[in-house]
């Protein structure tokens, strides 16, 4: 029988060989696969398909964009006209339109269903809505609690969070949470005929900039929208 040290070695043998085999199928593979860190996807294909995780996050972006658009239109999605209606104020007195509510409300959904499919098919840890503060300057990250992101958004209308990140979904390669090996965000376009892209900030630090650029100067992966009409997709700045 193997003594711990050898088992061991054994298994790290094992990874290393999956990994190096998967290289080749990484290159012809979805943007999300190809992102994958080879010794993660190789024991995530040890029980599951590559391409089973994008298959079900797309399916999650589906699920909430039909859910969230039930509640308001039954069988229809929103006019172009309808989702620039204004439906409410937010609590520092900024207009809402029903874009940004529903929006909202279809994250929720989708969060819910991706978290599921996460726990069952990614083999390492992962962050879903984890907030962290990113100095460019000094190339420094940190997290923010949950109570501390509570504390700042009773305190105020969130000026103290200016500065700080919030992707949707961080998929980590190791138990580093402050590195990611793929960050993921949700997008949901109103009208749905609308192309998925990502946010620019305007003003503040990180102004002139997209969401995309600041997630992989922070984290360090690549980061990919998921939408319910393009699925799981490079989306440039």
């Given at each position: 029988?193997?003594?711990e040290?050898?088992?061991?070695?054994?298994?790290?043998?094992?990874?290393?060989?999956?990994?190096?085999?998967?290289?080749?199928?990484q290159?012809?593979?979805?943007?999300?696969?190809?992102?994958?860190?080879?010794?993660?996807?190789?024991?995530?294909?040890?029980?599951?398909?590559?391409?089973?995780?994008?298959?079900?996050?797309?399916?999650?972006?589906?699920?909430?964009?039909?859910?969230?658009?039930a509640?308001?239109?039954?069988?229809r999605?929103?006019t172009r006209?309808?989702c620039?209606?204004?439906?409410e104020?937010?609590r520092?007195?900024?207009?809402?339109?029903?874009?940004?509510?529903?929006?909202?409300?279809?994250?929720?959904?989708?969060?819910?269903?991706?978290?599921?499919?996460?726990?069952?098919?990614?083999?390492?840890?992962?962050?879903i809505?984890?907030?962290?503060?990113?100095?460019p300057?000094?190339?420094?990250?940190?997290?923010i609690?949950?109570a501390?992101?509570?504390?700042?958004?009773?305190?105020?209308?969130?000026?103290?969070?200016?500065?700080?990140?919030?992707?949707d979904i961080?998929?980590?390669?190791d138990?580093?949470?402050?590195r990611?090996?793929?960050?993921l965000?949700?997008?949901?376009?109103?009208?749905?005929?609308?192309?998925?892209?990502?946010?620019?900030?305007?003003?503040?630090?990180y102004?002139?900039?997209?969401?995309r650029?600041v997630?992989?100067e922070?984290?360090g992966?690549?980061?990919?929208?998921?939408?319910?009409?393009t699925?799981?997709?490079?989306v440039k700045?």
């Open positions: 029988m193997d003594s040290p050898a088992g061991k070695a054994r298994h790290a043998a094992y990874v290393a060989e999956q990994a190096s085999a998967q290289a080749a199928t290159a012809m593979a979805s943007p999300l696969v190809r992102a994958i860190p080879p010794a993660v996807l190789a024991m995530m294909q040890q029980e599951h398909d590559a391409d089973e995780l994008e298959q079900q996050l797309a399916a999650c972006a589906v699920q909430a964009e039909q859910l969230g658009n509640r308001y239109f039954k069988d999605p929103p006209q309808e620039a209606e204004v439906v104020q937010d520092c007195g900024k207009p809402v339109t029903r874009a940004m509510q529903l929006g909202k409300q279809k994250h929720v959904l989708a969060l819910q269903c991706a978290e599921a499919v996460l726990k069952e098919l990614w083999p390492a840890p992962f962050s809505e984890q907030r962290y503060r990113y100095y300057n000094a190339r420094f990250l940190e997290t609690s949950r501390k992101e509570a504390q700042l958004i009773t305190e105020g209308c969130t000026e103290e969070l200016r500065g700080t990140i919030k992707p961080v998929l980590h390669g138990r580093d949470l402050l990611s090996a793929l960050t965000d949700f997008k949901f376009p109103c009208p749905g005929t609308n192309e998925p892209t990502w946010t620019r900030y305007g003003t503040g630090t102004a002139g900039m997209s969401q650029t997630y992989e922070a984290l992966g690549k980061a990919l929208l998921i939408s319910p009409r699925g799981v997709k490079e700045p």
